[in-house]
């Protein structure tokens, strides 16, 4: 089996969301006041009602403390919510640990703002009532205990949600289409950050992938994706030409399928045009083609999904002249070229007041490049487990998968099916081009 792209787990299912205001809005929860061991102050927990067996219920209250993603954020310029109000955001893990997850980027009980969002709300998904609110950072955590010596943490800001109920498939061909016929329902989160140099040398990057499809596909996975190469990412425009950047972090990162395609200054330099030209936006463009599977011990392919996530107007090129190597797109609104060449057009025009704002910094909310502008391409979901178990336990990269938990492991989904169609390769659309997440006081980084 080629190697796969992006994968989801089940694994939380309590959730602490801020105020009874929130609960009162939840899909069906048991709410309780408890106190969060290490963290004092008592908060509202949420316990997901799953329906299904399979999707293990984690304690009520952080008996292991907080996670290493718990607390990363700090109110920046501009932002209105203290860490407090932030940190109520929070789930716990079946380790015992405490979590964030999603929040809205205005926090409703009080009105401030936390400058960043993390996607579409997944109480909307049909799969919430099973999967829950999503810890972010689980399969970074577990690598701490898979492989101490190589840790791999992300930044708070990257955590993406997008979600789409019945979402058609595609079997190349309408008449095929309409001989099969099914439908799917996707939750996915992906750590994308767009607004650092992370992804320039970082190659492994959070993926919680969930799916069910009315042909009985079914997937609950989350993983640490190897996207491309570790050290260096292909470059926007020009996606055949590589950019080789750096070290890694952590330095033993794998290999991956897919590719991380990223601006660089070279494209940055392209968006200066003469008067009467308006400048190609398309080459800041951001894809992560990821490639990724479920493997068993013995090295079997058990299930294979290839998402596609895209970025419009990310904050952030690479610049190996430019301090921390990170060039700011809003900065290329002023430059000027030898001959008068200027970036024109469109996302220049709307973050700088049409050039009577003559100094916007890249993480004033007026800027739209924020990264907030983003497309998932749910591609292919091809599961080979017919005669295997519906629950497995990998280590953090999908691999190793056994039937009893381990050291690391992670808790996967997979249904009990084969679902290879031969020659016909079944897709998905692209999900979440009408929903940008700007406004609301977002800016980078974000």
């Not at 292991?64 to 929070?90: M, R, V």
């Not at 309409?178 to 990057?205: I, P, R, Y």
């Not at 991380?260 to 330099?269: G, K, L, S």
Request: proline share 8%.
């Amino acid at each position: 089996m080629t190697r796969g792209r992006s994968q989801t787990r089940v694994t939380v299912v309590t959730a602490r969301l801020r105020t009874r205001q929130y609960l009162g809005s939840m899909s069906p929860v048991l709410g309780r006041v408890v106190r969060i061991a290490g963290i004092g102050t008592p908060v509202v927990v949420l316990l997901g009602l799953a329906c299904s067996q399979d999707l293990q219920s984690p304690p009520l209250v952080a008996t292991n403390g907080p996670s290493a993603a718990f607390g990363l954020w700090t109110p920046g310029s501009g932002d209105t919510c203290t860490k407090e109000i932030h940190d109520q955001y929070s789930v716990v893990g079946l380790d015992g640990k405490l979590y964030p997850t999603w929040h809205p980027p205005v926090d409703p009980a009080t009105g401030c703002s936390f400058g960043h969002e993390h996607g579409r709300d997944p109480r909307g998904s049909n799969l919430y009532h099973d999967v829950g609110p999503i810890p972010f950072g689980y399969a970074n955590e577990q690598l701490d205990t898979w492989d101490p010596a190589n840790p791999r943490h992300e930044d708070h800001f990257g955590h993406k949600i997008e979600w789409a109920n019945d979402v058609p498939l595609h079997f190349g061909s309408a008449a095929a289409d309409q001989l099969f016929h099914v439908t799917c329902d996707v939750l996915v989160k992906l750590h994308q950050g767009t607004h650092s140099k992370d992804a320039f040398t970082n190659n492994l990057h959070e993926l919680a992938y969930h799916i069910r499809c009315t042909d009985g596909t079914e997937l609950h996975v989350t993983e640490l994706i190897a996207i491309g190469t570790p050290g260096q990412f292909d470059r926007s425009c020009n996606g055949d030409s590589s950019v080789v950047v750096g070290a890694p972090t952590p330095a033993n990162s794998p290999d991956g399928g897919g590719r991380r395609i990223i601006p660089d200054r070279t494209c940055a330099d392209q968006l200066l045009v003469p008067a009467g030209q308006t400048s190609n936006w398309d080459l800041l463009h951001e894809s992560w083609q990821t490639s990724n599977d479920v493997r068993s011990a013995g090295g079997h392919g058990v299930a294979f999904f290839n998402p596609y996530f895209q970025v419009f107007l990310p904050s952030r090129f690479y610049d190996p002249a430019a301090a921390n190597i990170t060039g700011r797109p809003i900065d290329v609104c002023y430059w000027v070229g030898p001959n008068g060449e200027r970036a024109r057009g469109g996302p220049c025009d709307q973050s700088t007041n049409n050039g009577a704002d003559t100094a916007v910094a890249f993480n004033n909310p007026q800027s739209v490049f924020d990264g907030a502008h983003r497309v998932v391409d749910i591609n292919s979901t091809i599961i080979h487990n017919a005669n295997g178990p519906r629950v497995w336990y990998t280590d953090p990269f999908g691999r190793h998968g056994a039937t009893t938990p381990f050291p690391g492991s992670i808790r996967q989904i997979i249904a009990q099916i084969d679902n290879s169609l031969g020659a016909i390769n079944a897709s998905g659309p692209g999900i979440g081009s009408s929903r940008p997440y700007d406004g609301q006081g977002v800016h980078s980084p974000n």
